[in-house]
């Protein structure tokens, strides 16, 4: 246990690099990317001191290459789900009695790793393997997860700093203990950096955790495993298995020390597994916390008032960066009919600009969408556009998977207020479009309310600061993460907590000490100095 008060060192934000032409940085991670696209790994699993791999090998390849191997990955059963249990409740004891000056400096070792020696290697694996371009693998892979790390300390010991008033003659201490049992944390694809922390932040709290990472994210899943290995972490903490989530759940879900689960991915997934958790219910020694980030319908208003190449170049950044597979992406816009020709010329003109294919190619804009299931699901929504009446495509709207899975970004305007595309999350490069009545503004607001069951993220765009007021207060539930004159995506830890209610999620606010909190168990002790030895008050009598 430590002996002193110890602050950690300050939190910044990792700054992001510009990777120019001809610098030093970019020849560096572009050299990094051939190098891994022009070989091949396994990814084993990691169960306690074990890397776990299995005859049941599945290939991984480029989303924009997908003829072409970069490595595989072992697929494991339930018997490995039941391994990495056993590893992380035998790992739990040692974990959670370290001092927590220890468990912060293996994060803090590893954001130092992250931002020097391992920057490359995060950076072009997700580029490989997730289909980002440079910028996109910067701002996720490296500078959103080293925030994570760091800033993640500073909030662990924020939390510990709360404390209870002592009455005199007593000494209240309140103790956050972990939970009593693991963590499971399950992440998806499309983000390198919560891949990472849904683990982490339960470990930083020192609860031992098993890990599933999506299917389609492996590749920097390994890295991440790598990168915490070589910071230090002790064997069993972080636990990652490549299982069907499926199987992960029989085991977990039905085991009477699942203590809690740290979920990022869709609505529908997170759903069932609440209620499976819930009918399991009396089989836990404790009720698990449960935190879930989830899918998103995420708009953008414009007033009559606000510019048109601002709600524009919103649109066409907030819609189509990382092919629109950001739960944060705008897919739905607002537009009133002052500006719309405007608007329109610009983002078709923009649209008209993008190069899509390759990473390597520093020059496209559009990579690949992450497989040939989103690939065909996002297709399918294209078609269902071509045939409708009520709704145009106005850029893009042609698709193909023979090299890569390829999706043109899309605009699709709408004449049905309540289209199928502005309600439904598609995550891809699909962007709906209602244009309004200038003077129908408040109206416009209420439609925008209603039309989805999500609240992820939103904007509004107006020069009118009182029509900019009237925005947040009638959409104050329908974003948990709201922009006032910027696109609604490009969350910053320690700047913009991140989660959305409603549909959206459970709104603990990743990179935030709101998630932090929920991987504790609060334990209040009270002292008494002098301990009474007469139970007569001296009222009696
Ligand atoms: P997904 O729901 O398909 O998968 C997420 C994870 O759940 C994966 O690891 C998957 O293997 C696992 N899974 C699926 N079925 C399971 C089951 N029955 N039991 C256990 N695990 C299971 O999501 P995805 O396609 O990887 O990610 C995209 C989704 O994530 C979008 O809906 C997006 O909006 C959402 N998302 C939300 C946030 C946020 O902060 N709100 C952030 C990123 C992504």
């Known amino acids: 246990m430590p002996k002193g008060i110890f602050t950690v060192p300050v939190p910044v934000n990792e700054p992001v690099r510009a990777y120019a032409p001809g610098s030093a940085e970019r020849e560096s991670l572009l050299k990094q990317y051939d190098i891994m696209y022009n070989s091949t790994i396994d990814v084993p699993m990691y169960i306690g001191n074990k890397k776990v791999t299995t005859s049941n090998k599945k290939s991984i390849t480029p989303p924009h290459d997908h003829q072409h191997v970069i490595g595989s990955f072992s697929y494991g059963d339930k018997t490995h789900v039941q391994d990495a249990v056993d590893a992380a409740l035998a790992a739990k004891e040692g974990w959670e009695n370290l001092g927590w000056e220890h468990r912060a400096s293996i994060f803090l070792k590893a954001a130092e790793l992250l931002a020097g020696p391992f920057r490359d290697r995060m950076n072009a694996a997700t580029m490989l393997a997730q289909s980002k371009n440079v910028m996109q693998a910067e701002i996720d892979a490296a500078c959103e997860f080293i925030d994570f790390l760091r800033f993640n300390v500073q909030f662990m010991v924020d939390i510990y700093a709360k404390q209870p008033q002592s009455a005199p003659g007593i000494w209240n201490r309140l103790e956050y203990r972990p939970l009593e049992g693991f963590v499971f944390a399950i992440s998806p694809f499309n983000f390198t950096s919560i891949a990472g922390n849904l683990p982490a932040s339960a470990a930083m709290m020192g609860n031992t955790v098993i890990w599933k990472p999506s299917d389609t994210q492996v590749y920097s899943a390994k890295v991440i495993m790598d990168l915490f290995k070589e910071a230090g972490m002790p064997d069993g903490v972080i636990n990652m298995i490549t299982v069907d989530g499926p199987d992960a759940g029989e085991v977990i879900f039905n085991h009477r020390d699942f203590a809690g689960l740290h979920f990022t991915g869709s609505t529908g997934v997170f759903q069932n ?9 009396h089989k836990y020694r404790t009720y698990p916390r449960i935190v879930g980030e989830t899918g998103g319908k995420d708009f953008i208003v414009a007033h009559k008032s606000s510019h048109a190449a601002q709600v524009a170049t919103a649109i066409t950044r907030g819609s189509f960066e990382f092919q629109g597979q950001k739960c944060s992406a705008s897919s739905r816009a607002y537009v009133p009919s002052n500006i719309w020709e405007d608007v329109k010329t610009a983002i078709v003109n923009d649209v008209k600009s993008f190069k899509m294919g390759s990473p390597a190619d520093t020059s496209n804009y559009i990579n690949a969408v992450i497989d040939e299931r989103a690939f065909d699901k996002i297709a399918s929504y294209i078609d269902f556009i071509k045939e409708q009446e009520d709704a145009e495509i106005i850029a893009g709207g042609t698709y193909d998977k023979s090299k890569g899975y390829f999706i043109e970004p899309t605009v699709v305007v709408t004449t049905n207020p309540k289209f199928r595309t502005l309600c439904e999350e598609i995550f891809g490069p699909v962007m709906t479009i209602y244009v309004y009545d200038e003077n129908e503004f408040e109206a416009t607001l209420e439609l925008v309310d209603s039309t989805s069951d999500y609240a992820l993220t939103g904007a509004i765009f ?46 603990d606010k990743a990179g935030s000490e709101l998630n932090l909190i929920r991987w504790t168990s609060p334990r209040m002790i009270k002292e008494t100095f002098v301990t009474p030895t007469d139970y007569r008050y001296e009222w009696l009598g």
Request: proline share 4%.
């Open 273 to 281: 597994l609440w209620k499976t958790i819930g009918n399991n219910i």
């Open 462 to 507: 107006s020069q009118d600061i009182y029509a900019a007021e009237l925005a947040t207060k009638k959409l104050k539930n329908a974003a948990g993460n709201f922009y006032v004159n910027d696109k609604p995506t490009g969350a910053v830890v320690g700047q913009q907590p991140f989660g959305g209610a409603r549909g959206s999620g459970t709104n």
